[in-house]
């Protein structure tokens, strides 16, 4: 099994002046340096969690179909598409009918649907494909003049809760950080905010300046994601006298309650 990723989104999960205000660094000497280290703090913190913090579009390779498809990266946002090669060795796509996706549970789940069953493969590695999207926090361009954030494969549903953040840019006018609001009038690639569950459309006035993201991170993943990056920032060589190759222990305590296991 493999479980790789196709298309990463080019934001980052804390901004360059979110980044530099904990390191307490005013110059932009080795902006460069600290983007560097939040990426790095970021793969990580996802592999230790078994988790995007950012959207990314992943593939799961399989040999063949297992009873239950769990790809490894939560949250499970939707499935692009299962691909899969056929008793004659043909390329084949699943019809999206066919199978349930289980977007609430970490993991995420995929089953056949109700009365289905996956079916038989070309016994050989690599069999199937599963195109997926995960990620907690989704990168959106903001359309005034219609009110929508576009994102392609956001997998909200019309009543969903999120928020929505910067993450290096300026937000669109009409919409406030750290606030609750509700999916509406979603389109499979678009989605509109309200106040309240079912009510009507925010009205966004400016679009912003990009990146800003829909979705939300714990503050626990967001602090240990800010220790690691400080370590490596303080600790640029292996050094053998310490274990300084090692995940700070106040962050690793922070990421524990959110590491994903397997059901």
């Known amino acids: 099994m493999t479980d790789v990723v196709f298309l990463s989104a080019a934001a980052k999960p804390i901004?360059?002046?979110a980044a530099k205000e904990h390191l307490r660094v005013t110059s932009s000497d080795e902006d460069a340096l600290i983007d560097t280290l939040i990426r790095a703090a970021a793969g990580h913190v996802e592999s230790f969690c078994r988790r995007a913090l950012v959207k990314q579009t992943r593939?799961?390779?399989l040999d063949c179909f297992p009873a239950v498809i769990e790809?490894?990266?939560?949250?499970?946002r939707s499935v692009s598409s299962i691909q899969y090669l056929d008793t004659a060795g043909d390329l084949q796509t699943l019809d999206a009918s066919r199978y349930r996706v289980d977007n609430y549970s970490c993991p995420g789940r995929i089953t056949p649907a109700y009365g289905d069953s996956w079916p038989s493969t070309y016994p050989v590695m690599n069999a199937v494909i599963v195109t997926y999207v995960a990620g907690h926090l989704l990168p959106v361009i903001a359309d005034a003049s219609a009110d929508t954030l576009s994102c392609a494969g956001h997998g909200y549903a019309n009543g969903d809760p999120t928020r929505i953040q910067t993450i290096?840019?300026?937000l669109p006018t009409g919409l406030?950080?750290?606030?609750?609001?509700?999916?509406v009038e979603k389109t499979a690639d678009t989605?509109?905010?309200s106040a309240t569950s079912g009510g009507a459309a925010i009205d966004?006035?400016?679009a912003g300046t990009v990146p800003n993201a829909i979705g939300d991170l714990a503050p626990e993943i967001v602090a240990a994601l800010k220790m690691i990056m400080a370590h490596l920032w303080m600790n640029r060589e292996e050094n053998a006298d310490f274990q300084l190759h090692e995940m700070p222990f106040n962050a690793q305590q922070l990421l524990a309650p959110f590491?994903?296991?397997?059901?």
Do not use: M
């Open 168 to 170: 290096g840019g300026t």
């Open 71 to 76: 790809p490894q990266r939560s949250p499970l």
């Open 191 to 193: 989605v509109k905010l």
């Open 204 to 206: 966004i006035t400016a």
């Open 176 to 183: 406030t950080a750290e606030t609750d609001y509700y999916v």
């Open 15 to 17: 901004s360059l002046a």
């Open 59 to 61: 593939k799961l390779v």
């Open 259 to 263: 590491r994903v296991t397997r059901f």
